[in-house]
């Protein structure tokens, strides 16, 4: 019976106090430890795994919450060197020494058979080269997430690429906040790297070396932040297995020759499910800059496996909508699609695309943002065919609100985002039609009239029953 509460250490724990019998069993089937915990709990968790420790096979600690006196910080500066089964790590908020210093062994001193580790918003006492070292012990590893690592002194941990070259296993690779030590650094040597995620620090124009040749790609994510740089068009060339593309906030550089190039490649990634391509809000860059002829975005929907597409903020040029979505394409798995503006382009409108257009090509569509384009009620009218749709964000692109009089037709809403600049009387009421709305977001001409609501679906239902 324990054996079927391992999964669930709480669970299992309640078990074992039924009965003083129980105990020793419990402590044979307990293969993973999860908890959050302080510093007396840390010290307890070492000391349990000083005894059963080759027992176990996963460990995942958290500290969550700010450091305060109310909530001090989490240190931990070795683990016990009997961890002879385990394969995943993971540490969330601690503060932690990784490798040897001092006659202090470090969490990952002894070099532990990992093939998962995750450092998530952790402090290092030793910083960047305890990182380097400790990583250098980690031959055998498969997943390796870094995300928002600091120093002492509350500055960002540095990545240095040639702590990897050892990990000839590696298939997935998540580095987020980080500094990069590396002039040229190169993932070539990582032949079966399928997953990497990458959200870097400063103007990395080495990251499109960086993934050419990596031809097992099945995710790539590029995430652009301060000091966001550019992308050559040809780091999608080959990339035909990719099933999740993600290149949000960047621009690809030069110009419309460059965004043409890259949608050609994309033509051929016949197996995508999730494609986002947004751009960062106020940016002056897009990844879609309307540089490219409007044929070319017909390869944002080549793939008839799409999920999940993104192009928000992205200003695209006029008439790509039919080729987007030509009569007699298919996305029969489309859930998700995001095509707003964050801001009106009043001088050059994007219109809409035909909401038949959707209807025909997007049967199954939950999700729509369409904020800041130029639509009208004829327009929008047909969405009432999506029967699935669920969520909808539109704002006009002008003080006009003809188009929000068929928001009252989509019973089957249920999160609805909708702008009003003229402030229209009787609006909000007509929204009281929508029955099946849990969360409505009504923002008014000036940017700090907002009206938000959430209502869970027992409260409304408790509405219906007091009504009849």
């Not at 503060?95 to 040897?100: G, I, P």
């Not at 380097?132 to 870094?146: F, G």
Request: glycine share 8%.
């Amino acid at each position: 019976m324990l054996q079927y509460c391992s999964d669930d250490p709480r669970s299992l724990l309640s078990a074992a106090r039924a009965h003083s019998r129980l105990h020793q069993a419990a402590v044979l089937a307990l293969s993973r430890i999860t908890a959050v915990i302080n510093q007396p709990k840390a010290d307890s968790v070492v000391l349990y795994l000083a005894k059963y420790g080759p027992r176990i096979d996963s460990i995942s600690l958290e500290h969550t919450g700010c450091d305060s006196d109310s909530n001090p910080s989490v240190t931990l500066h070795q683990l016990p060197q009997n961890l002879l089964k385990l394969s995943s790590l993971t540490f969330r908020g601690l503060h932690l020494q990784l490798h040897q210093n001092s006659g202090c062994q470090g969490v990952l001193g002894a070099g532990p058979p990992l093939k998962q580790l995750v450092l998530d918003g952790c402090l290092l006492l030793d910083g960047e080269k305890g990182l380097e070292k400790a990583l250098q012990t980690l031959p055998d590893l498969q997943l390796l997430s870094i995300r928002g690592l600091k120093d002492e002194h509350g500055e960002p941990v540095g990545f240095s690429f040639s702590a990897l070259q050892e990990m000839l296993q590696l298939t997935h690779l998540q580095l987020s906040g980080c500094a990069v030590c590396n002039d040229h650094p190169n993932l070539q040597h990582v032949s079966h790297l399928q997953d990497l995620r990458l959200a870097l620090r400063g103007r990395c124009y080495f990251v499109d070396n960086m993934v050419s040749g990596l031809q097992r790609l099945t995710r790539l994510e590029i995430h652009g932040t301060a000091g966001t740089f550019g992308l050559k068009p040809d780091i999608l060339l080959g990339q035909t297995q990719l099933q999740h593309l993600a290149l949000r906030h960047l621009r690809v550089d030069f110009a419309g020759p460059g965004v043409h190039q890259l949608l050609s490649h994309l033509q051929e990634m016949q197996q995508l499910t999730y494609l986002d391509f947004r751009a960062r809000p106020l940016h002056r860059f897009f990844t879609l800059q309307a540089s490219a002829p409007p044929e070319a975005y017909s390869a944002l929907t080549a793939s008839s496996k799409l999920q999940y597409l993104d192009i928000s903020g992205c200003k695209v040029p006029a008439g790509v909508w039919e080729h987007m979505f030509p009569a007699g394409r298919q996305l029969p798995h489309l859930r998700v699609l995001g095509l707003g503006l964050f801001k009106p382009c009043y001088s050059n409108p994007v219109p809409a695309p035909e909401s038949s257009r959707l209807v025909s090509c997007c049967p199954g569509l939950q999700t729509l943002d369409i904020e800041h384009l130029q639509y009208s009620s004829e327009l929008l009218a047909p969405l009432t065919g999506l029967s699935s749709l669920q969520q909808l964000s539109l704002a006009p692109w002008d003080e006009s609100t003809e188009g929000l009089k068929v928001l009252r037709q989509l019973t089957g809403l249920r999160q609805l985002k909708v702008m009003d600049p003229s402030e229209a009387e009787g609006l909000l009421l007509q929204l009281t039609q929508l029955q099946e709305l849990t969360s409505l977001t009504y923002r008014g001409a000036q940017q700090s009239h907002q009206l938000r609501c959430e209502v869970s679906p027992t409260e409304r239902l408790l509405t219906r029953q007091s009504r009849s």
